[in-house]
């Protein structure tokens, strides 16, 4: 099985998914413009190099062997993933055209998205984008009501909902006055900072929300 990456090429795999869907060695070759001699031979190709049978010859029709059925289903994957490459390629020089809308949080909006959206207009000069500012909750009804086409928020409850794919992640530090108790601490833990009276985001915020429901998992609230 170690040749097959390097002996299985692409065109006996798309006439051997024709042959199956096919179920006729005839038609696939009419189909794909080529010889049936040549489709068979192909066939035989593929037989050779696996060592298993991968289709039934009748005299009107062929029957996909359980190898066959197996063969079909990566080939499939394989073309399928052959043809997305070329869509995505195409992209670069016909030119992607449209307008998307994109709702997210201020710390992706702050952050992280002006670098992204620059390297994006570069490679997508003719795609406009519309950013909208928003808190996660609203950013999560506005996907699913389809006001937006996609959203950036934070993990909050809800989102499993939705196809969620990891974007930044980000760090929270603490900012104290020079001289406060906390200054010299190499490390401190949220814990060590619940007795302090915080500046914080509205109570809205997913941001102000996670840190209520972690300091009432400690016993404590929020002093803002």
């Known amino acids: ?5 390097r002996k299985l090429d692409l065109t006996s795999l798309r006439l051997f998914v024709a042959v199956c869907q096919e179920q006729n060695i005839a038609r696939a070759a009419e189909r794909e413009f080529i010889a049936p001699s040549a489709v068979s031979r192909r066939i035989a190709e593929i037989e050779t190099l696996i060592g298993l049978p991968v289709i039934e010859r009748h005299p009107r029709g062929i029957t996909v062997t359980p190898v066959g059925e197996t063969v079909l289903r990566h080939a499939l994957a ?37 670098e992204d959206l620059a390297a994006f207009g570069r490679v997508y000069p003719d795609i406009g984008i519309e950013l909208e500012e928003q808190h996660s909750p609203e950013v999560l009804r506005m996907v699913g009501e389809r006001s937006a086409d996609f959203g950036i928020c934070n993990a909050i409850q809800g989102v499993e909902q939705f196809v969620a ?41 997913a941001l102000s929300r996670l840190l209520a429901e972690q300091a009432t998992r400690l016993g404590a609230a929020l002093k803002i």
């Open 1 to 5: 099985m170690d040749n097959l990456l």
């Open 78 to 114: 394989i073309i399928g993933n052959i043809e997305a490459l070329g869509a995505a390629l195409s992209r670069f020089t016909s030119g992607a055209r449209g307008n998307v809308r994109l709702v997210c949080n201020l710390g992706a909006i702050v952050q992280f998205l002006p």
């Open 165 to 205: 794919l990891p974007y930044r992640e980000d760090q929270l530090c603490v900012l104290v006055p020079r001289g406060h108790p906390l200054a010299s601490a190499q490390q401190v833990g949220f814990a060590d900072v619940l007795g302090e009276t915080f500046v914080a985001l509205r109570d809205e915020s």
